[in-house]
Structures are given as structure tokens and as C-alpha cells.
């Protein structure tokens, strides 16, 4: 009898708990379907419709090879400009991050890594510290405002000298660090496996501020641009298929923006501030508008293209050549086992850059290497690096300069091509 006496009460609690969470998950559902047909009555209109009347851009080649940087022996996990646009820093799970001369594709130094694994790196803003991080849960300092003249008198070897300086900060991830940016050169943001994100003091080495509103692993973040008069702000993005705009000020984040069932890979933000791209792993690419806080236009690569429904002699469905852009060929030393159906089943997006006019969208494709979109009319320009030039396998990341002059992408081939307007 006490046992009834017991037990009675909590059943009663949990059923009460049951109702109430049934009722509050179907106002939500509820809410959330009266908002999204709000969304579309307000979306009258694309930026590819509104755009018509602008000139396209001439279908020509307008990016030129300029040069091959060529050192490391592993594939290259990032790079990153100087914010005088004058070197590029690329590190490789070679374990060594190496910082190249753009202009002459020379090697300036060489920083051997402590630790091998890396994935992230960034410059800071005044160009004289580096940090590299990655499956060690750990962020790495390097001191690389070197003077070459006084390395040459002292007769000393350029990689013992990049450690100069140079300091570890234990960022108590639970997880990888798979991203992180220079806020300022005394604070750095780190982004975790674990799904959280972390602000830092260079100085002290210690965190300053904690955000943790994503479920799932970051997989980017991203800076506002400084000339934006916004320092304090920034973007993440993660596993959970959300994008969220933060003030580093505040733990919880200004605006989320729900884009993907799938991971979100990369957000950039257009030069003036005013929208953001982001790319998730079904390979479609979409631009938000900040002031209204809404999509106005979608990117998917097999909208650009249709196939005939007859299979060719190899078994693999062929382009149609009536079409006036033609499919780009998928990158050397890849199978064509994700092509399905009756189309392709293109990859997700590893890597997105925006061209300082606003106009161009460069954005790498597992795949399909680096293709160049014309944001405003919704239409292909070209693919980077074909023929000769082009990279010997799959291109993951594109980066364009802080000038807008220069363009870098880097391969699994080891390599890191810089190509100029």
C-alpha cells in the first residue's frame, strides 16, 4: 500500500510533463509553420529576377595563373592572407606551416609545428602572429614579424627562428579545433568539435567568453570585416544546419538562421556587410539578406545542367550539348560513383569565397573543384583552373586576397595555386 502511496504522485508528475511538453511542441510547430508562410508572402521576389537588366558578365576567362606554390609533402588543411595581401600562410599535415612571398612564390619561412595534426590557421590583423590548431585541442601562437635582413647576420636557420616567441594556449576543448579567427591581435576565437566556440586573450591565455548555442560540431567561423565599424562581430557556423550571427560581447548570439537539414560547412559574408552565403553539404549555396533576415536566393549546380535519360556505352548518363554551359568534368583522381539517376549527385560544399566587387561567388565543390558563380544573375562563369594549370586533385578551399587583386586555392595535391584578375 505505501508502495502505491509512493510511486502514484510521480506517475502523475511525469504524465503532467508529458502533456505539457506534447502541447508546447505543437504550438511550436504551429508558430513556426504561421512564420514561414509569413516568410514567403514577404519574398516577392529573387535577386537573380530583380537583376535581369544588369549586364552579365562577358563569357571569357578572366583569371590568370600566376603562381604554384609547391613544398609541402601532404595535403594542405588551410590558408590564409596577410592582411596586407603581400604573403599567404598554408599549413599541411606535414607538420609544418610555411608563409610564401605571393608575388614571387618564394618560401619566407618555414614554422615547424608542435603539433602534426593541424586543420585551422589565421593571421592576425596587424600581421606579426600567426595560430595554427587541430586535433590536439590546442591553439598554437607563432611570432612571425621576422626582420630577414637580421636572420641572414646572425647566420641562424629561418625554422628555428619562427619558434621564437611562439606559445601553446591548453583551450580545454573536449574536441578538434576544426576553425579559428584573430578577433583582434590580443583575442582569438576558437571552434571545437565539442560545439562550442571560445574567446581568448592572446596575452594572458586565458578565455575571456564562452558560446555555446550550437548542437553540433563548428565547422566555420567568420569575422566581420573590419571596415564595417563592426569589430565585436562575428559568424559560425555548424553540424546542426544553423548559421548564427554573435556579438562577442554577449553569450548568446543576435540572430540564427535555420539553412540546412544537413551541416553547414562555410559562411562568408559579402563586402558590404549587408548578407552572407552560406554552403552546406547537399552542395547547394545560399544568400541571406540581414535586414530581413530571410534567403533571396538558392545556388544548386545540377539546376545548371539536365542529361539525357539514355545511358551512354560506359554506363554514365551524358550532358546535353545543346545546353549553352556545359557540366564541369569531375576533379582528376575521382571516381564518378556519385553520379545517380538521372543527374549527378553533386558533393557538398568544402569552401566559399566572395570577390570585393560583391559579384562573384567562388565556391569549391568536393567534386567538381572550384566554380565561379555570377551571384546576381544565378549563372555559371567559368571553372577555375583547367587544362594545364589546374590542380591534379580535389580543391578544397578558395581564399580571395585582402586587395580583392588575388585569388589562392589549394589542393590535395599538395599545392597551392595563386591566380590574378
Known amino acids: ?44 521576389v529573387t535577386i537573380s529576377e530583380i537583376s535581369g537588366h544588369i549586364p552579365p558578365i562577358p563569357p571569357k576567362k578572366y583569371l590568370t595563373h600566376h603562381v604554384t606554390l609547391t613544398g609541402h609533402l601532404n595535403k594542405v588543411v588551410d590558408i590564409k592572407f596577410s592582411p596586407d595581401s603581400k604573403k599567404l600562410l598554408s599549413v599541411c599535415q606535414d607538420g609544418f606551416g610555411i608563409i610564401w612571398d605571393v608575388l614571387s612564390g618564394l618560401k619566407l619561412q618555414a614554422i615547424p609545428l608542435v603539433h602534426r595534426w593541424a586543420l585551422a590557421c589565421s593571421y592576425s590583423p596587424s600581421g606579426k602572429l600567426v595560430a595554427v590548431a587541430g586535433l590536439e585541442n590546442k591553439c598554437t601562437m607563432y611570432n612571425v614579424n621576422v626582420d630577414l635582413d637580421e636572420l641572414l647576420e646572425e647566420n641562424s636557420d629561418s625554422i628555428e627562428l619562427s619558434k621564437r616567441g611562439q606559445s601553446t594556449m591548453s583551450t580545454q576543448h573536449q574536441a578538434y579545433i576544426g576553425v579559428l579567427e584573430f578577433l583582434s591581435d ?7 568539435g565539442d560545439s562550442l566556440i571560445r574567446l581568448w586573450d592572446v596575452e594572458k591565455r586565458c578565455k575571456i567568453r564562452e558560446y555555446t548555442e550550437h548542437s553540433g560540431d563548428i565547422t566555420s567561423v567568420l569575422i566581420a570585416p573590419q571596415d564595417l565599424k563592426t569589430p565585436w562581430s562575428f559568424y559560425s557556423s555548424g553540424a546542426d544546419g544553423h548559421v548564427r550571427l554573435w556579438d562577442c560581447r554577449q553569450p548568446k548570439c543576435v540572430h540564427s538562421f ?10 562568408t559574408q559579402s563586402p558590404d556587410g549587408n548578407s552572407f552565403v552560406s554552403g552546406d553539404d547537399l552542395g547547394r549555396c545560399q544568400l541571406f539578406d540581414i535586414r530581413s533576415l530571410c534567403p533571396i536566393e538558392s545556388y544548386v549546380l545540377q539546376d545548371q545542367f539536365e542529361y539525357k535519360k539514355e545511358p551512354s556505352a560506359f554506363g554514365i548518363l551524358q550532358p546535353n550539348s545543346s545546353l549553352h554551359v556545359p557540366p564541369p568534368p569531375p576533379s582528376p583522381g575521382l571516381t564518378a560513383s556519385n553520379r545517380r539517376g538521372n543527374g549527378y549527385d553533386i558533393s557538398g560544399v568544402t569552401s566559399i569565397a566572395i570577390s570585393k566587387s560583391g559579384r562573384i561567388m567562388y565556391t569549391c565543390y568536393a567534386d567538381y573543384s572550384c566554380i565561379c558563380w555570377d551571384l546576381f544573375q544565378k549563372k555559371i562563369v567559368e571553372r577555375v583552373g583547367v587544362g594545364s594549370v589546374a590542380h591534379h586533385d580535389r580543391v578544397d578551399l578558395v581564399r580571395v586576397s585582402e586587395d580583392g587583386q588575388g585569388l589562392a586555392t589549394a589542393s590535395w595535391d599538395t599545392t597551392v595555386k595563386i591566380w590574378t584578375c
Open 1 to 44: 500500500m505505501s508502495a502505491t502511496t509512493i510511486e502514484a504522485p510521480f506517475a502523475l508528475v511525469q504524465t503532467e510533463e508529458l502533456r505539457k511538453y506534447s502541447i508546447a511542441s505543437q504550438t511550436g510547430h504551429i508558430l513556426r509553420g504561421e512564420y514561414e508562410e509569413w516568410r514567403k508572402r514577404t519574398m516577392d
Open 258 to 267: 535555420s539553412v540546412s537539414v544537413s551541416d553547414v560547412n562555410v559562411v
Open 186 to 192: 590580443r583575442e582569438v576565437i576558437t571552434g571545437s
